[in-house]
């Protein structure tokens, strides 16, 4: 949350920083040309020379934020055109009229708009410096998102080199390991079955994690589901069953369809259980490891929640959730949110995801 406010007052800090600088090259332009005292008696006294220049930026700043960030950036990740078109039109009269109110309403007798400027003409000269603005947003919008966009794939491929290094630097020779998973199932599927299905789901859970997908790693939500379900079965077969884990599944109506058409990084659900079982006390009753599911709308909601071991803690460098968080930020930026909470004794892992968030 901090991370989020932090970056929106980067943004408008920056654009402050450039309609700053415009600004001042104005002022001085204006002043170059018709001298200072015709500058001053244009405005009418120093003071409100000054009080223009700073309403102009500040009102500026805000409103090319609001053209850029809240409305542009998001008609041209969603394309919902009709509601955020309406938002421009609405944002450009409010903006028009309160220059009206600025201009013939504070009380200022020297305004050059009272002065010089029909009520009629001064709607349409501001009307269209306001639609200019829009225009001037929608074009800047487009480069930063076109940035940000080649940068995301940039990253994502770099992230793939990187995940395809890592599997050949820790890899045995797959063949040879599932040719020889293979063999032990067959030698023990008849005298041990618990045994041989546990092969079995090993086998499974790490062709899943050594496949080499396509689409830069994505995978369909329910294929992720499905093996991190065998990863808490492989886990309660290691201790006999004896695991206090519970599972929770609520997918609502339309729910199924969703999850049919959402695909998430590799591994992102299975790495937040596997740090349970590393971290979490599995042998506490009334404190399970609780992990629960939740698909309403186009809302997706996974969370792990467990209690901390009392014993020494296994030695962790936190990589694996760092990756989830930023392969989660690559692939769904805002429609998304990485939740850590912890306390004392509890520690909680939850991913949002909102489909139809703007």
């Not at 102009?56 to 955020?84: D, E, H, N, Q, W």
């Not at 074009?139 to 994502?156: C, P, V």
């Not at 599932?178 to 789901?201: C, D, G, W």
């Not at 077969?237 to 058409?261: H, P, W």
């Amino acid at each position: 949350m901090l991370e989020s406010v932090k970056k929106e007052w980067k943004k408008l800090l920056i654009i402050l920083a450039v309609y700053s600088v415009w600004w001042i090259a104005v002022l001085f332009s204006l002043i170059s040309l018709q001298g200072i005292d015709a500058t001053i008696k244009q405005f009418g006294s120093v003071l409100h020379l000054y009080s223009e220049v700073i309403h102009s930026i500040v009102k500026g700043t805000l409103v090319y934020y609001i053209l850029i960030f809240k409305l542009a950036i998001p008609l041209i990740r969603t394309g919902k055109r009709k509601k955020i078109l309406m938002q421009y039109l609405l944002l450009i009269l409010f903006i028009t009229f309160y220059e009206y109110i600025w201009d013939f309403k504070t009380g200022d007798p020297s305004s050059a708009a009272k002065a010089n400027i029909s009520l009629g003409a001064f709607f349409v000269y501001a009307l269209g410096l306001d639609l200019i603005m829009a225009v001037i947003s929608i074009f800047i919008a487009t480069w930063i998102e076109s940035n940000d966009a080649l940068k995301r794939e940039e990253e994502l491929e770099k992230q793939k080199l990187n995940a395809e290094l890592s599997a050949i630097k820790y890899q045995i020779n797959p063949h040879f390991l599932f040719n020889s998973l293979s063999f032990i199932y067959t030698k023990t599927v008849r005298t041990n079955p618990e045994a041989a299905h546990a092969v079995h789901l090993l086998s499974e859970i790490m062709s899943y994690a050594l496949e080499e997908w396509e689409d830069l790693g994505r995978v369909p939500l329910p294929l992720e589901i499905s093996h991190m379900k065998k990863v808490i079965e492989m886990n309660q077969i290691r201790f006999n069953n004896k695991l206090n884990i519970d599972y929770k599944e609520n997918i609502e109506q339309g729910g199924i369809l969703v999850l049919n058409n959402t695909y998430v990084p590799t591994l992102v659900f299975i790495t937040l259980v596997e740090n349970a079982f590393k971290h979490g006390d599995l042998n506490d009753e009334k404190n399970k490891v609780t992990v629960k599911l939740q698909v309403a709308g186009d809302n997706i909601r996974f969370s792990v929640s467990n209690k901390k071991k009392k014993s020494p803690k296994e030695p962790s460098n936190g990589i694996g959730l760092t990756n989830v968080q930023k392969r989660l930020q690559l692939m769904y930026g805002s429609k998304h949110s990485f939740i850590i909470q912890e306390d004392q004794d509890h520690y909680l892992t939850e991913i949002n995801i909102n489909l139809n968030k703007l």
